[in-house]
């Protein structure tokens, strides 16, 4: 899958989402466990059906509603992002 309207800044951006669409993958596969080591509890479970525009749209949703976090750290941020919008649900519940 190309990034839409390629350049280098596209192209890693793209790339980043495409690492954390496979690490969902890896995760749903039960091959990897994701979680916060300041909140072992805190996983993210990203459904095999998302597509990597729909994790890209997350993003850009999450940093319009805080401007404020527009210098910090790309990396901090979007599993920030990933582990508000896929929470893991506990089985059963």
């Avoid at 669409?21 to 596969?29: M, P, T, Y």
């Avoid at 990203?46 to 404020?68: G, N």
Wanted: contains cysteine; hydrophobic residues 45%.
């Amino acid at each position: 899958m190309e990034a839409p309207g390629a350049n280098a800044n596209s192209d890693f951006c793209w790339g980043a989402f495409a690492t954390l669409q496979e690490l969902g993958n890896l995760q749903q596969a039960g091959l990897i466990q994701l979680y916060l080591s300041a909140l072992p509890a805190a996983k993210m479970c990203i459904p095999l059906s998302t597509e990597r525009l729909q994790l890209v749209k997350d993003f850009l949703q999450y940093m319009d509603h805080h401007p404020e976090m527009a210098k910090t750290d790309f990396s901090a941020v979007v599993l920030e992002v990933m582990f508000q919008t896929y929470p893991c649900v506990p089985s059963g519940g």
